[in-house]
């Protein structure tokens, strides 16, 4: 059985940190090719004590507003003393926080995995992936399941010369070990192996 027909099997069922741990993958590469596969977890999954999920929906049942709950400063007027006590720290008609950019502006952003992208604003509270706008500038519409990816790795480089359009399913690919040979894939599975193992000693002492 490949990689793919285990995830396909056992995805909806497992957590996906445990399955990445035994197929050493990242957690990433597990979700993105579940994603490709259209696989979610499972209803009995999310409500077993396994997800965890369960837990916390229970355990904050006590902390939410019941239907219809009426707030407790429902049709209360602010007090002209706590008025002037705060209204030096209230924004003012027209004013812009201090980070504030112009519509066209391009920055970095971090993503979680530390990588950096460039985002362009298109207007307040509307910013796109500076390479998508490029993409889409010179080709159009990105189609579905599809994502652009820079040709040599640097997320900086927006030029259309060093943008590629491929699917998800092949970016999976390419971003896993399945791009590398059978004898390679072996040795990186038990690298990681040999890692969860030694990473399992030290928590124990």
Not at 63 to 83: I, V
Not at 151 to 169: A, F, P, Q, V, Y
């Given at each position: 059985?490949?990689?793919?027909e285990i995830?396909r099997e056992?995805f909806?069922?497992e957590r996906?940190?445990?399955l990445?741990?035994?197929l050493g993958l990242?957690y990433s ?6 994603f490709?596969m ?9 409500m077993s004590?396994?997800s965890?999920?369960?837990n ?8 939410r507003f ?12 602010m007090s002209p ?11 003012k008609?027209g004013?812009r926080p201090q980070?504030?950019?112009?519509d066209g502006?391009?920055?970095e ?6 990588k ?7 207007k307040?509270?509307?910013?796109i992936?500076?390479h998508h706008?490029v993409?889409r500038d010179?080709?159009?519409?990105i189609p579905?399941k ?11 480089n927006?030029?259309?010369s060093n ?11 390419r ?5 590398f040979p ?5 040795v990186?599975k038990?690298?990681a192996k040999?890692?969860r193992?030694?990473n399992?000693?030290?928590q124990?002492?």
């Amino acid at each position: 059985m490949n990689i793919n027909e285990i995830i396909r099997e056992r995805f909806p069922k497992e957590r996906t940190q445990d399955l990445a741990n035994e197929l050493g993958l990242t957690y990433s590469q597990v979700a993105n090719r579940a994603f490709t596969m259209g696989l979610k977890k499972s209803q009995e999954f999310k409500m077993s004590d396994k997800s965890g999920r369960h837990n916390l929906i229970e355990g904050g049942k006590d902390f939410r507003f019941t239907k219809g709950h009426t707030p407790a400063n429902k049709g209360k007027k602010m007090s002209p003393e706590l008025y002037e006590k705060v209204k030096h720290s209230m924004f003012k008609k027209g004013s812009r926080p201090q980070n504030w950019k112009p519509d066209g502006s391009i920055v970095e952003r971090v993503d979680t995995t530390g990588k950096v992208y460039l985002y362009y604003k298109i207007k307040d509270s509307y910013w796109i992936a500076y390479h998508h706008k490029v993409w889409r500038d010179h080709h159009g519409a990105i189609p579905p399941k599809h994502v652009v990816t820079f040709k040599d790795g640097n997320s900086r480089n927006c030029d259309i010369s060093n943008l590629e359009l491929m699917t998800m399913c092949d970016n999976a690919k390419r971003n896993s070990i399945q791009r590398f040979p059978q004898e390679i894939q072996q040795v990186i599975k038990l690298k990681a192996k040999l890692k969860r193992k030694i990473n399992g000693k030290k928590q124990n002492k």
